[in-house]
T-cell receptor, first 113, second 116 residues
Framework: QKEVEQDPGPLSVPEGAIVSLNCTYSNSAFQYFMWYRQYSRKGPELLMYTYSSGNKEDGRFTAQVDKSSKYISLFIRDSQPSDSATYLCAMSEGRGGSYIPTFGRGTSLIVHP | KAGVTQTPRYLIKTRGQQVTLSCSPISGHRSVSWYQQTPGQGLQFLFEYFSETQRNKGNFPGRFSGRQFSNSRSEMNVSTLELGDSALYLC???????????????FGDGTRLSIL
C-alpha cells in the first residue's frame, strides 16, 4: 500500500460543476497538507496549504482535512475549462519528523464547456 | 518575484552519457529539492540541499547526484544514463530553515529528459 493514495481519473465534469478531489493516507504523523495543480508541460503550482484538521477556503477552492479518517479533499466550485489539469495532493510530517512532502500520483481533471 | 527557473527545458541524450541540470531558486529560498516525475511512479524525491549541504536524500542510486552553490543555485547530475531515466526532473525551492518549521515547496517547470 502506498503511503498516499489518489485516484488518477480522469474525472470529466461539465463547466459550472462542483468538483471533489480526494486523497487517503496511511501515515498518522502527517500534519501539513498541500494541493498542487499541474498543467501539461508545466511544473506543479501550489494551490492550498493547510495544517492539521479543518477547512480552508480560497476563492473557488476549499481544502478539507479529516485526520481521524486520514482523508483530505479539495473542492472546486463553479469549475471552469481553465481548471482542467492534474491535481496532486502532498503531505508532510513537519515538526519532529520529515518536512519533505510525500505526493499522491495526481488526479486528471477535465472540465468541458 | 521571479519563480524557480530550470534549464534546459528539454534534453535528449543516449544511454551511457551523463547530464547536468540546473535550477535557480526563488530569491531568498535556501532549500532546493529535486524530484523525478514519471507517469508510472509519480513524483519521487531525489534529494534536498540547504546551505550547500545535502540535507535529505531519497532512494535513488548513486548515479544521481547534486550540489548547491553559495548563491543557492543547484545542479543535478545523472551519470551513465539508462532508458529508465527518461522523466521530467523538477526542482522545488522553499524558505525551509531548520527542521522545526514546515514551509511549502514551489516548483519550476522542469527539465524533460529523454534517453534514446
Amino acid at each position: 500500500q502506498k503511503e498516499v493514495e489518489q485516484d488518477p481519473g480522469p474525472l470529466s465534469v461539465p463547466e459550472g460543476a462542483i468538483v471533489s478531489l480526494n486523497c487517503t493516507y496511511s501515515n498518522s504523523a502527517f500534519q501539513y497538507f498541500m494541493w498542487y495543480r499541474q498543467y501539461s508541460r508545466k511544473g506543479p503550482e501550489l494551490l492550498m496549504y493547510t495544517y492539521s484538521s479543518g477547512n480552508k477556503e480560497d476563492g473557488r477552492f476549499t481544502a478539507q482535512v479529516d485526520k481521524s479518517s486520514k482523508y483530505i479533499s479539495l473542492f472546486i466550485r463553479d469549475s471552469q475549462p481553465s481548471d482542467s489539469a492534474t491535481y496532486l495532493c502532498a503531505m508532510s510530517e513537519g515538526r519532529g519528523g520529515s518536512y519533505i512532502p510525500t505526493f499522491g500520483r495526481g488526479t486528471s481533471l477535465i472540465v468541458h464547456p | 518575484k521571479a519563480g524557480v527557473t530550470q534549464t534546459p527545458r528539454y534534453l535528449i541524450k543516449t544511454r551511457g552519457q551523463q547530464v547536468t541540470l540546473s535550477c535557480s531558486p526563488i530569491s531568498g529560498h535556501r532549500s532546493v529539492s529535486w524530484y523525478q516525475q514519471t507517469p508510472g511512479q509519480g513524483l519521487q524525491f531525489l534529494f534536498e540541499y540547504f546551505s550547500e549541504t545535502q540535507r535529505n536524500k531519497g532512494n535513488f542510486p548513486g548515479r544521481f547526484s547534486g550540489r548547491q552553490f553559495s548563491n543557492s543555485r543547484s545542479e543535478m547530475n545523472v551519470s551513465t544514463l539508462e532508458l529508465g531515466d527518461s522523466a521530467l526532473y523538477l526542482c522545488a525551492s522553499s524558505p525551509q530553515q531548520g527542521e522545526s518549521s514546515n514551509q511549502p515547496q514551489h516548483f519550476g517547470d522542469g527539465t524533460r529528459l529523454s534517453i534514446l
